[in-house]
Structures are given as structure tokens and as C-alpha cells.
Nanobody, 129 residues
Framework: QVQLVESGGGSVPAGGSLRLSCAAS????????MAWFRQAPGKEREGVAA????????YYADSVKGRFTISQDNAKNTLYLQMNSLKPEDTAMYYC??????????????????????WGQGTQVTVSS
């Protein structure tokens, strides 16, 4: 099972930027669907973005398209989420998730609802108006 540790959260004013990191260890093979989720108090967990590690295809929620960018650094086994033009409604705890997945097609189809086997502990993002 993959171990995940997030970092990079913080407090920023609206319009600001943050970059979240998710350090991963314990990989077996190279075909993983890795995703960022967020959960605000009193709200359901929401998929933000995902990346298929073999090939690097990326997927985004409509609410963050054009503002957030998911990427990976294979040498560092780290997943990133660059968040620009942040809004108060982006305030939430952000979690990294990962699971082995054989095809990018499956990652594309199910990334926001899949029952990932590995989760990080979360990092808080607060955006003030």
C-alpha cells in the first residue's frame, strides 16, 4: 500500500496561490491513479483533480479548471497541486489519494468516485475574502 504525506497548506487572501505537495512511498509498479480531494466543514468530500502516473494524463473538476494544475515529479515520487486565483470557496482540508489502476481510461472515468486504498492525513487550505 502506498503511503502519502501532504504538505503546503496555509492561509492566503482571495486571488492568491498555494502549491500542495503529496510525497508518496511504497509504490509497486508505475500505473496509479492519484488524486486530490477536499472537504469543507459540513460538506461532502469533493474530487478536485487526478493524474494517471503512466503517461501523466490529468483530470479536473469543473470548479477548478483553469485555476488548478496537478502534476508529478517522478524523481521525487511527489504529486503536486498548484492552486492559483484562489477563492474563499476553495477553503477546505485537502487530501491526496492513490490506488493502482491498470488503464488511464479507468482513471478518467472513475477518479472522483473511486474507493482509493491509500489516503494522506490532509493539509488545511484557508482563503480569506
Amino acid at each position: 500500500q502506498v503511503q502519502l504525506v501532504e504538505s503546503g497548506g496555509g492561509s492566503v487572501p482571495a486571488g492568491g496561490s498555494l502549491r500542495l505537495s503529496c510525497a508518496a512511498s511504497g509504490y509497486t509498479g508505475s500505473r496509479y491513479c492519484m488524486a486530490w480531494f477536499r472537504q469543507a466543514p459540513g460538506k461532502e468530500r469533493e474530487g478536485v483533480a487526478a493524474l494517471y502516473t503512466s503517461g501523466g494524463s490529468t483530470y479536473y473538476a469543473d470548479s477548478v479548471k483553469g485555476r488548478f494544475t496537478i502534476s508529478q515529479d517522478n524523481a521525487k515520487n511527489t504529486l503536486y497541486l498548484q492552486m492559483n486565483s484562489l477563492k474563499p470557496e476553495d477553503t477546505a482540508m485537502y487530501y491526496c489519494a492513490a490506488d493502482r489502476m491498470w488503464t488511464t481510461t479507468r482513471c478518467a472515468a472513475s477518479w472522483s468516485s473511486y474507493g482509493y486504498g491509500s489516503w494522506g492525513q490532509g493539509t488545511q487550505v484557508t482563503v480569506s475574502s
